[in-house]
């Protein structure tokens, strides 16, 4: 199956700064346009959170093919 036409959207920031406010705000916003929204929250110790802060913010190169 291909799925196209994907995006992500990632939250980083310190604690107390308003990331699930702003998820949720942007999430009702994006389903009330006809788009479909899956939200997940990652903690800092979570084995992904660290190579997605990576891909994202610093477009290093963390899933590489050999």
Do not use: D
């Given at each position: 199956?291909v799925?196209?036409?994907?995006?992500?959207?990632?939250?980083?920031?310190?604690?107390?700064?308003?990331?699930?406010?702003q998820?949720?705000?942007?999430?009702?916003?994006l389903?009330?346009?006809g788009?479909?929204?899956?939200?997940?929250?990652?903690?800092?110790s979570?084995?992904?959170?660290y190579?997605?802060y990576?891909?994202?913010?610093?477009?290093?190169?963390?899933f590489?093919?050999?």
């Open positions: 199956m799925i196209a036409n994907n995006r992500l959207i990632a939250f980083l920031g310190p604690v107390g700064v308003g990331k699930p406010t998820i949720r705000l942007l999430a009702e916003y389903r009330s346009s788009f479909r929204v899956k939200v997940t929250f990652l903690k800092v979570h084995l992904w959170a190579p997605l990576k891909l994202v913010l610093m477009g290093w190169p963390v590489r093919s050999k």
